[in-house]
């Protein structure tokens, strides 16, 4: 490899990096925001979701660029072919960050509702599977992705079980029906970003190992 080529992975990982900040933060407000019923930090959720566009928009480039310049092979290719995924998956993290401020900044200014399930802890829980799918991209750590993978079918029960909770609360208390409904998107968005933290996982595993792992999770449910 050429000592220029590694310059510019290295740059392109330290803005992997950066971008994967930006993403993990704007989970992290945005679930504060809605635990605390604080409108004023969705709205700066919101506010920032620009600077994670613009941040991807340039990466994107940045890999392009690498592609075309230096025509990488084997282990390089494998990591910015990664990187481009990672990134798209990482802005749609932003994304759907700005999805439950949204749905925190209408519970912050209406009534409280009752929430009879553990909403807490499932976002907990989608949190520590952004943050720990990040950290096996810095450690480049395969193993620590396959726990990230394995993670994501708790999500997805917690979620299952909040829908059913949240019809049985339509039921009692049918006057609490609008931020119930509130309450389950955000809960549908928490699980999409548990499975976006999922896809960054299995990318690290093909980064690192150089494996498909991405529809070995679907073929196992459907065995006998």
Do not use: W
């Amino acid at each position: 490899m050429s000592k220029h080529l590694q310059r510019e992975l290295d740059r392109l990982k330290r803005r992997i990096l950066s971008l994967s900040g930006l993403a993990e933060e704007s989970v992290h407000k945005a679930v504060h925001a809605l635990e605390r019923r604080d409108e004023r930090l969705a709205a700066n959720v919101i506010e920032s979701d620009i600077e994670l566009d613009h941040a991807e928009v340039d990466l994107e480039e940045e890999c392009l660029k690498i592609l075309a310049l230096h025509q990488p092979v084997a282990i390089d290719l494998r990591f910015i072919v990664a990187c481009l995924k990672i990134n798209n998956d990482l802005e749609r993290i932003g994304d759907l960050a700005v999805n439950v401020a949204e749905r925190a900044q209408y519970i912050a200014t209406h009534e409280r509702v009752d929430a009879p399930f553990d909403f807490v802890g499932m976002a907990e829980k989608a949190q520590a599977m952004v943050r720990e799918s990040l950290d096996a991209l810095v450690n480049l750590d395969a193993e620590a992705a396959r726990r990230v993978c394995a993670a994501d079918d708790e999500v997805d029960a917690l979620n299952r079980e909040m829908y059913a909770k949240v019809q049985d609360g339509i039921r009692a208390h049918p006057e609490q029906m609008p931020g119930l409904i509130h309450l389950l998107s955000a809960s549908r968005h928490l699980e999409r970003i548990a499975d976006h933290a999922t896809n960054i996982a299995e990318d690290v595993i093909y980064m690192v190992k150089g494996e498909i792992v991405r529809h070995q999770a679907e073929r196992y449910k459907r065995s006998p």
